[in-house]
């Protein structure tokens, strides 16, 4: 794919080309592209140790240069002349510096652009305070959903937007709306910093790019119990993970505190995992979406401590909620993912192949109707 002198530029721009999500750069194997969630290397020769310790000087911040010296990580972002962006984390492994690069677009998706269920767009129309989270692992499209729920506020909305990143990764152009983007490490220190200001700086929406620890958690439920609109990102696999690190975050003498506050301003939970489609299908990735509304019967039980009441009021798919399992059966009747890869996916198969089975029968008891109604006519 790459021939030649060994360049980061040159490297960044075949991902476009490739329809890459990501590049590794790892000392003693070629660059690899991740492409529709497969591992692809380069044909070339592996990196060696001196190209893996400079191949990325020519992008690295000067004021984060030092930063990496001394802790051995970086996280940052960068752009092509041609607006591509890119978030870059740089850690050094076996004494030499590896990195792990996501391409981040350049232009803001839309719910339809992801296939995000119409729920999400429901939420950003209906609420304008409190708090909504978005989780799922490293990879799960997180940040893309995040930016086009931001951006369909900055189009419908004047609103002043302050957001929190950790790099920035979408930049966003003032619509209706007025957006500051701060970065930690260019603009700011640090999150506590940039949190400990951020209610003086008269938002009426927030967005902090990753809830990680006690104070982004206070610090985002607070802001939300003071009447503003706060996202907030976290590395979980689901709705009840949610939950559960947010309580790990707080001692326990915290934690009634804490229901207190959620049930009050949490407004959803929304879930994602990314699944590869069919061929031919227009994306090669699509989410599949857990949804948690915080209704008052979530807010009740949130406040109660009964969490475990919870994946079965989500398991209704009632009032704009939705199960993976759910999600799943509706990818496969759509022909958007094969079945093979929604079992896959499942967090439960046997639930997953009841839902599939239910909606094979209903489909089957409406041709019958049909046929029926056409005989007697």
């Given at each position: 794919?790459?021939?030649?002198?060994?360049?980061?530029?040159?490297?960044?721009?075949?991902?476009?080309?490739?329809?890459?999500?990501?590049?590794?750069?790892?000392?003693g194997i070629p660059p690899t592209y991740r492409i529709n969630g497969l591992l692809r290397p380069v044909q070339g020769d592996p990196i060696t140790e001196e190209q893996a310790d400079h191949l990325l000087d020519p992008l690295v911040p000067e004021?984060?240069?030092?930063?990496?010296?001394?802790?051995?990580?970086?996280?940052?972002?960068?752009?092509?002349?041609?607006?591509?962006?890119?978030?870059?984390?740089?850690?050094?492994?076996?004494?030499?510096?590896?990195?792990?690069?996501?391409?981040?677009?350049?232009?803001?998706?839309?719910?339809?652009?992801?296939?995000?269920?119409?729920?999400?767009?429901?939420?950003?129309?209906?609420?304008?305070?409190?708090?909504?989270?978005?989780?799922?692992?490293?990879?799960?499209?997180?940040?893309?959903?995040?930016?086009?729920?931001?951006?369909?506020?900055?189009?419908?909305?004047?609103?002043?937007?302050?957001?929190?990143?950790?790099?920035?990764?979408?930049?966003?152009?003032?619509?209706?709306?007025?957006?500051?983007?701060?970065?930690?490490?260019?603009?700011?220190?640090?999150?506590?910093?940039?949190?400990?200001?951020?209610?003086?700086?008269?938002?009426?929406?927030?967005?902090?790019?990753?809830?990680?620890?006690?104070?982004?958690?206070?610090?985002?439920?607070?802001?939300?119990?003071?009447?503003?609109?706060?996202?907030?990102?976290?590395?979980?696999?689901?709705?009840?993970?949610?939950?559960?690190?947010?309580?790990?975050?707080?001692?326990?003498?915290?934690?009634?505190?804490?229901?207190?506050?959620?049930?009050?301003?949490?407004?959803?939970?929304?879930?994602?995992?990314?699944?590869?489609?069919?061929?031919?299908?227009?994306?090669?990735?699509?989410?599949?979406?857990?949804?948690?509304?915080?209704?008052?019967?979530?807010?009740?039980?949130?406040?109660?401590?009964?969490?475990?009441?919870?994946?079965?009021?989500?398991?209704?798919?009632?009032?704009?909620?939705?199960?993976?399992?759910?999600?799943?059966?509706?990818?496969?009747?759509?022909?958007?993912?094969?079945?093979?890869?929604?079992?896959?996916?499942?967090?439960?198969?046997?639930?997953?192949?009841?839902?599939?089975?239910?909606?094979?029968?209903?489909?089957?008891?409406?041709?019958?109707?049909?046929?029926?109604?056409?005989?007697?006519?």
């Amino acid at each position: 794919m790459i021939q030649g002198v060994l360049s980061i530029q040159r490297l960044l721009a075949s991902m476009k080309k490739l329809e890459a999500s990501d590049l590794h750069l790892k000392v003693g194997i070629p660059p690899t592209y991740r492409i529709n969630g497969l591992l692809r290397p380069v044909q070339g020769d592996p990196i060696t140790e001196e190209q893996a310790d400079h191949l990325l000087d020519p992008l690295v911040p000067e004021a984060l240069k030092g930063r990496f010296d001394a802790t051995g990580n970086l996280d940052f972002a960068t752009h092509l002349t041609d607006g591509e962006r890119f978030r870059i984390n740089m850690f050094r492994s076996g004494g030499h510096t590896h990195a792990a690069i996501r391409r981040v677009k350049a232009e803001i998706p839309t719910y339809a652009n992801l296939h995000l269920p119409p729920i999400y767009n429901e939420l950003i129309e209906k609420t304008n305070e409190g708090l909504i989270l978005v989780v799922g692992v490293t990879g799960s499209g997180k940040s893309s959903t995040m930016a086009a729920m931001l951006e369909h506020i900055n189009c419908i909305r004047s609103e002043h937007i302050i957001t929190i990143e950790d790099p920035v990764e979408y930049r966003f152009i003032p619509k209706k709306s007025i957006v500051s983007q701060r970065e930690i490490g260019i603009d700011v220190a640090d999150y506590p910093t940039a949190l400990r200001y951020i209610v003086r700086e008269d938002p009426d929406v927030v967005f902090i790019g990753e809830m990680r620890d006690h104070d982004t958690v206070l610090a985002a439920v607070q802001a939300a119990e003071t009447g503003h609109l706060v996202f907030g990102s976290m590395h979980t696999a689901d709705t009840m993970q949610a939950f559960n690190r947010i309580l790990e975050f707080f001692p326990a003498h915290e934690h009634g505190f804490l229901r207190h506050a959620l049930s009050n301003t949490l407004r959803a939970v929304c879930a994602q995992r990314l699944l590869p489609t069919l061929e031919g299908f227009e994306v090669g990735l699509v989410p599949a979406c857990e949804v948690l509304i915080g209704t008052p019967t979530v807010r009740d039980k949130i406040h109660e401590g009964q969490d475990n009441d919870l994946p079965s009021i989500v398991s209704r798919n009632e009032e704009g909620m939705q199960s993976f399992t759910w999600a799943l059966a509706e990818m496969v009747k759509k022909e958007w993912v094969a079945m093979s890869v929604a079992m896959d996916y499942a967090p439960n198969r046997e639930a997953l192949a009841s839902t599939l089975k239910g909606v094979e029968v209903k489909a089957q008891s409406l041709v019958s109707r049909i046929r029926s109604a056409g005989n007697r006519s």
